[in-house]
């Protein structure tokens, strides 16, 4: 299975992995499993951290490089094809910059995305796991 991690499952996965859902630990835990992050998601963690919305044992940048080395999770880069995708979606779509780069990078790699978000998984045009 190839998989796209949303903001939420990364900071779950270190921080409160009891929140994740049963077929989402099964799926982080799959030695088979090729697991992936959006560029977008360390924007997210540092502002989350810089603004007090969550509290990591380190800074956000050696928090998520040890996450990354831990897990074997690869970072995508937000290239051109990812930014015209994320700007080019077919609607209804979310106006949130961050899940428009996560859906696109996952659209883009044809990965499915395990996300606890209710906007994402309700999304038509992408493919979630929860």
């Given at each position: 299975?190839?998989?796209l991690l949303?903001?939420?499952v990364?900071?779950?996965?270190?921080?409160a992995?009891?929140?994740?859902?049963?077929?989402?630990?099964a799926a982080?835990?799959?030695?088979?499993a090729?697991?992936?992050i959006?560029?977008?998601?360390?924007?997210?963690?540092a502002c989350a951290?810089a603004?007090?919305?969550i509290?990591?044992?380190?800074h956000?940048?050696p928090w998520l490089r040890?996450?990354?080395?831990?897990?074997g999770?690869r970072p995508?880069a937000?290239d051109?094809?990812?930014?015209?995708e994320a700007?080019?979606?077919p609607e209804?779509?979310?106006?949130?910059?961050?899940d428009?780069?996560?859906?696109a990078?996952?659209r883009?790699?044809r990965?499915?995305?395990?996300t606890?978000?209710?906007l994402?998984l309700?999304?038509?045009?992408?493919t979630?796991?929860?």
């Amino acid at each position: 299975m190839r998989l796209l991690l949303d903001t939420c499952v990364v900071l779950w996965a270190g921080l409160a992995p009891e929140r994740l859902s049963p077929p989402a630990t099964a799926a982080l835990t799959d030695p088979a499993a090729e697991i992936s992050i959006a560029a977008i998601t360390a924007a997210e963690i540092a502002c989350a951290q810089a603004r007090g919305r969550i509290e990591l044992d380190l800074h956000w940048k050696p928090w998520l490089r040890r996450a990354l080395e831990v897990n074997g999770w690869r970072p995508l880069a937000a290239d051109l094809e990812v930014v015209e995708e994320a700007y080019s979606l077919p609607e209804p779509f979310l106006p949130d910059p961050a899940d428009r780069l996560i859906t696109a990078t996952a659209r883009i790699h044809r990965l499915t995305v395990v996300t606890g978000d209710r906007l994402l998984l309700a999304y038509p045009h992408l493919t979630t796991l929860w």
